[in-house]
């Protein structure tokens, strides 16, 4: 029976990184993964990617070298290269139930950067190919449990089943971990629902705004009470990421979808439109696991915590993971200093409202009605009107009025 030092099981953005900082540190470590090709993203992934501000206990900077980009993690002390430049977007949109539109737009720092999923994957994939980290990919992972050497996994590949051994086992499984849920550690974790998430990559769009993410709500865009996001996509500057904010059954999800291009009022937006990816994910939202770790296994990224690290807070973890990983193979208490720092990062473990916050851009529409809303945006352009009227001279005020009664008369 295979003996490691360590196995990593998941290999997302957390498990690579983990894996290759291992075996840069002499450690015998091994990586599994359901997936055939580690290069590539599979789950819906927007490209939001937060730079510049106290994040999660990080604070990220860009520094653009050539055609390529230097990403800084400062508070860890760690660089990575990503092959590509990222995208900084200065504006954000809410579309209401009537077509309403509000524009938000930050002159000056960008609201975001986008990046490509896959080209992070495929960076730390050759990352880790380089440092020489052996893979058993297209390879299912049943059960994981402590045995006389360490750590015991029960593996399926090619339709047989085997075990492999080790000494630790890092769980990078990610949000619905097999793993966690084995060894009981969601017992005691509050669950708070499951949404799912049609994506679909489109590009040739007409979409009338300054490029920025769009949130649109409202039954006359989308057919149902959900809320759709659209992100640009660096693939064109016609290019977006499309995905549902829904209730399951996943079905709903490709029905919303579906009514917004086709039948819905934006319809027009994507008469030209080309279909260039599907991608989906279930997203269930539940309570971080506040100590993260058991005998042997140390759980890491999304598979402990409350919604997602995303790609730039899961590559964090899966270094601070190896580092605590060194520590515990060389009898220190790395697993405490993980727990300690995980605690003390992520905003909703060191404040529980964030959890909240969290859900309140996307959930609105569960909360505000689309009538409500359209009023709200009503208000906004009321308060620019009256605004401008306090301020009006005669011949101002003469030309505001004859303009409006055109209006009206139309
Ligand atoms: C709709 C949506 C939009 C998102 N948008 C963004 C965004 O804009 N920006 C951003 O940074 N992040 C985004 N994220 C979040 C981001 O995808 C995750 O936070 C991140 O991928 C977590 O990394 P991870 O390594 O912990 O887990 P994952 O990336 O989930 O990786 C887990 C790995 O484990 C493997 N695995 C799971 N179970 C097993 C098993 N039993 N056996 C073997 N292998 C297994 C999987 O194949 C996978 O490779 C989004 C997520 C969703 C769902």
Redesign the pocket.
């Known amino acids: 029976m295979a003996h490691y030092d360590v196995i990593v099981?998941?290999?997302?953005?957390?498990?690579l990184k983990a894996a290759t900082e291992l075996k840069k540190a002499g450690v015998n470590v091994l990586g599994?993964?359901?997936?055939t090709d580690l290069a590539k993203n599979f789950?819906?992934?927007?490209?939001?990617?937060i730079t510049d501000q106290e994040m999660n206990g990080e604070y990220i900077s860009l520094e653009p070298v050539g055609k390529n980009t230097k990403i800084h993690y400062r508070n860890c002390g760690f660089t990575i290269d990503y092959s590509g430049l990222l995208e900084p977007i200065h504006h954000t949109h809410i579309v209401s139930h009537s077509q309403m539109h509000l524009q938000i737009t930050s002159t000056q720092k960008p609201l975001f950067n986008l990046f490509n999923?896959t080209k992070w994957l495929s960076d730390r994939y050759g990352e880790a190919q380089k440092a020489g980290v052996p893979f058993l990919t297209n390879?299912?992972?049943l059960k994981v449990k402590e045995g006389p050497q360490g750590v015991e996994v029960t593996i399926r590949k090619d339709g047989s089943t085997s075990t492999l051994t080790g000494n630790k086992l890092i769980a990078?499984?990610?949000?619905q971990s097999?793993i966690a849920q084995n060894l009981g550690f969601n017992r005691s974790r509050a669950m708070f629902g499951k949404g799912c998430?049609v994506?679909y990559e489109m590009d040739n769009l007409d979409v009338p705004y300054d490029r920025g993410d769009i949130f649109i709500f409202g039954d006359k865009n989308i057919g149902l009470s959900a809320a759709v996001i659209m992100i640009p996509s660096m693939r064109s500057k016609k290019a977006y990421r499309v995905?549902t904010l829904s209730p399951i059954p996943a079905e709903m999800a490709t029905r919303i979808i579906e009514f917004m291009i086709h039948d819905g009022a934006l319809a027009k937006w994507f008469r030209n439109a080309q279909i260039v990816e599907k991608t989906g994910?279930i997203?269930g939202i539940a309570a971080p696991i506040k100590v993260p770790h058991r005998g042997n296994v140390l759980l890491?990224?999304?598979?402990a915590a409350f919604a997602?690290?995303?790609?730039?807070?899961?590559t964090m973890?899966g270094y601070m993971a190896a580092k605590a990983m060194v520590d515990e193979l060389a009898g220190k208490d790395g697993f405490a200093g993980y727990t300690r720092w995980w605690n003390s990062t992520f905003e909703w473990n060191t404040n529980p409202l964030r959890m909240a916050d969290y859900t309140k851009r996307s959930l609105i529409f569960r909360f505000i009605t689309p009538d409500e809303l359209d009023l709200l945006f009503d208000l906004g352009a009321l308060i620019e009107k009256l605004k401008i009227m306090r301020t009006a001279d005669m011949g101002t005020w003469a030309s505001l009025v004859s303009k409006a009664k055109e209006k009206m008369a139309k």
């Not at 599994?32 to 997936?35: L, R």
């Not at 890491?300 to 598979?303: H, L, Q, T, Y």
């Open positions: 099981v998941g290999c997302g953005p957390a498990g599994i993964d359901k997936q789950r819906s992934a927007s490209g939001y990617f999923p390879t299912l992972v990078s499984d990610g949000l097999r998430t994506e995905e994910a997203v890491v990224s999304d598979a997602e690290t995303l790609y730039q807070g899961a973890c």
